[in-house]
């Protein structure tokens, strides 16, 4: 595939569609899980989950990056690649199994450290641990043929990677009814399935001579990035860690499920982050448009669009949860507004932080997602031991809000598209609004009024603010849908 725009937002877009597609299947899963699993269940689940993510994202060294690069370096050359590939699979297998031979059999005494109170290290971490070594490897799999540019194979294996995981889930869960074990036996069963049928085929990509110069490559180059995918994983994740210290397994369970329903706003804006990307890239390289005022415009537009999705998921996340989970779950309805806020704000640092790409200042990237993380720790431990899993949530929100902010500032320094800071202050405090008070806790019939009051004076409120940028969009579609 050439290199165009349109084919980048084409096969971005094939991409994107395979995993918001995955990802909302698994959404939908959730009256299953919450039915099968009692909140302290979810709440081990949750924690594990913390674990492998953490452990996943140090153990790949960054070489999916790194696998990308050289890919495009010597694409020309198919015996180069095929070294390539061999020699950081070979290695990445190597190290993969002695780390993980050494933590199931003595990480025993690692883990007492952690002082986890109710999650045993057996039969839990040793899964887990085996789960990361083909979580791992199947990643390098799909990353391959996302570099490539063969994007509808890649949605096709992301779907049957999920596909495996859920089948076995559901086998474990619902069938046998083991629980929170079940759960993380189905991931460890259908990411071992995945692995027998895709990654062995894929090693016949590679031409089997190891040279260490192509792992110092993959390393020099990944390494970093591990200091930076890190950094956003403890952002999304360290809340848990330090909720099992201080709140019991039910709670902890309640905002897993609270924080995984709030993270849809983060596929959402991941998403349009992606369609945007490209789009962003081939305005600032014309000669032809008022890049100062497209962006203005394509940023209010945003805030209409997704600042109207995220209303409506705070508004009425308690509605949601009465009708799709047991009673058991419900609290997590005061949480789902505050984790859907903060997931806004990581949108709106995707948005701000675009002339860090463009202009390839990137080494501001670690000291913005590291100081966010950083304050998300200190949040998280002086908030939880007072307020719970509120406490956290907060954190969540501030932390997100504090990257937005900060990333702005140092952006503008690259590109100032003279923003129409009071306008989207105006439209930032008005969806704040949920969050800081209990309107989407009730749903007797005068608050259902009060929300849909709520709900159009900030649809009524954006429209009339930032009027001059929507009625060009408006009179394009307008003659569109009047003709068909």
Excluded at 223 to 248: C, Q, T
Aim: aromatic content about 20%; hydrophobic content about 55%; some cysteine.
């Amino acid at each position: 595939m050439t290199y165009s725009i349109r084919s980048v937002f084409k096969g971005a877009s094939i991409y994107t569609i395979g995993q918001v597609g995955t990802k909302a299947f698994g959404f939908f899963l959730i009256p299953v899980y919450t039915r099968f699993l009692t909140p302290a269940e979810y709440g081990i689940v949750g924690y594990l989950q913390v674990m492998l993510q953490l452990m996943a994202t140090v153990l790949m060294f960054g070489f999916y990056g790194a696998q990308t690069r050289y890919y495009y370096e010597f694409k020309e050359n198919a015996r180069k690649i095929g070294e390539f590939l061999f020699s950081i699979n070979a290695y990445l297998v190597v190290v993969l199994l002695v780390l993980c031979c050494i933590l199931t059999f003595w990480g025993e005494h690692l883990y007492v450290l952690l002082a986890v109170k109710d999650i045993p290290f057996q039969p839990y971490l040793p899964i887990v641990i085996w789960t990361g070594f083909f979580q791992i490897l199947n990643q390098l799999v799909i990353s391959y043929y996302l570099a490539t540019k063969q994007y509808k194979e890649c949605a096709i294996l992301q779907f049957l990677q999920f596909a495996f995981m859920v089948g076995m889930i559901l086998f474990f869960v619902v069938y046998l009814k083991q629980g929170a074990l079940g759960k993380v036996k189905g991931h460890l069963v259908g990411q071992a399935i995945f692995f027998a049928l895709f990654y062995i085929p894929h090693s016949r990509k590679f031409i089997f001579r190891f040279d260490a110069a192509y792992v110092k490559y993959a390393l020099a180059f990944g390494v970093p990035i591990v200091f930076h995918l890190l950094a956003g994983v403890m952002h999304n994740s360290i809340d848990r860690v330090i909720l099992e210290k201080y709140v019991s397994m039910d709670q902890l369970g309640i905002y897993s499920l609270g924080y995984q329903i709030g993270m849809v706003m983060s596929i959402i804006v991941a998403s349009v982050n992606r369609a945007w990307q490209p789009n962003y890239f081939d305005l600032m390289s014309s000669d032809t448009h008022d890049k100062a005022y497209e962006n203005r415009r394509m940023f209010a537009l945003w805030l209409i669009g997704i600042g109207t999705i995220c209303l409506m998921g705070m508004l009425w996340s308690k509605e949601f949860l009465i009708l799709l989970t047991p009673e058991s779950y419900h609290a997590s309805a005061g949480v789902v507004p505050i984790i859907i806020m903060g997931y806004f704000f990581q949108g709106v640092y995707f948005f701000a932080v675009s002339p860090i790409f463009q202009f390839k200042k990137t080494k501001f990237l670690p000291f913005l997602t590291g100081a966010a993380a950083l304050l998300n720790i200190i949040l998280n431990l002086l908030f939880i031991p007072r307020f719970g899993i509120y406490g956290a949530a907060y954190a969540t929100l501030i932390s997100f809000a504090f990257q937005a902010v900060f990333g702005f500032f140092v952006s503008r320094r690259l590109f100032d598209p003279q923003f129409e800071v009071w306008k989207i202050a105006l439209g930032f405090f008005i969806l704040l609004g949920v969050p800081l008070s209990d309107l989407s806790m009730h749903i007797d019939l005068k608050i259902q009024f009060v929300k849909l009051t709520y709900f159009m004076g900030f649809s009524g409120l954006m429209f009339f603010s930032f009027h001059s940028y929507i009625r060009p969009v408006v009179s394009k579609i307008y003659p569109r849908l009047k003709s068909s």
